[in-house]
């Protein structure tokens, strides 16, 4: 299920279904780096819940509820309970070709990280 995404040609928005696996130890697990983009981007929680850092505010987001974090706001998710979080993500298509390539990149270091998010318009914060 994870990453299944409606990403119709020619359009700039992309809608992609993700699964979070919980965190058993209460430790966050980061599904991004704190980072930003020009695209706004969007989160709407379907089961479980997520965490997501918003400039300097976090908020937890229950099924049903929804976050949007505005085009050039520095931001981060993680999954906010043990159980697995299901939820959809709605973004831009840069966005969306970014996280295609990090996906697909073979070396995931700092550095490789950091020059394959300046490729795509964004920005890896830590």
């Keep these: 299920m ?8 020619g359009s700039d928005l992309v ?17 991004a780096p704190l980072h930003r983009h020009a695209d706004d981007e969007a ?9 997501v850092r918003i400039g300097d505010e976090e908020v ?3 099924a049903g509820g929804a976050a949007i974090v505005p085009g ?8 906010a309970g043990p159980d697995p979080a299901r939820y959809l993500l709605v973004m831009g298509a840069k966005t969306n070709a970014l996280i ?10 700092p550095e490789a990280m ?8 964004a920005e890896l914060l830590e």
Excluded: C
């Design 2 to 9: 994870r990453g299944r995404t409606l990403a119709p040609p």
């Design 15 to 31: 809608l992609a279904e993700w699964e979070a696996d919980g965190s058993t130890g209460g430790e966050r697990v980061y599904q």
């Design 43 to 51: 989160w709407y929680v379907l089961d479980g819940s997520l965490g």
């Design 60 to 62: 937890v987001v229950p």
């Design 72 to 79: 050039g706001t520095a931001h981060t998710f993680w999954n």
């Design 100 to 109: 295609n390539a990090i996906h697909a990149a073979a070396d995931r270091g």
């Design 114 to 121: 950091r020059r394959l998010f300046e490729q795509h318009d």
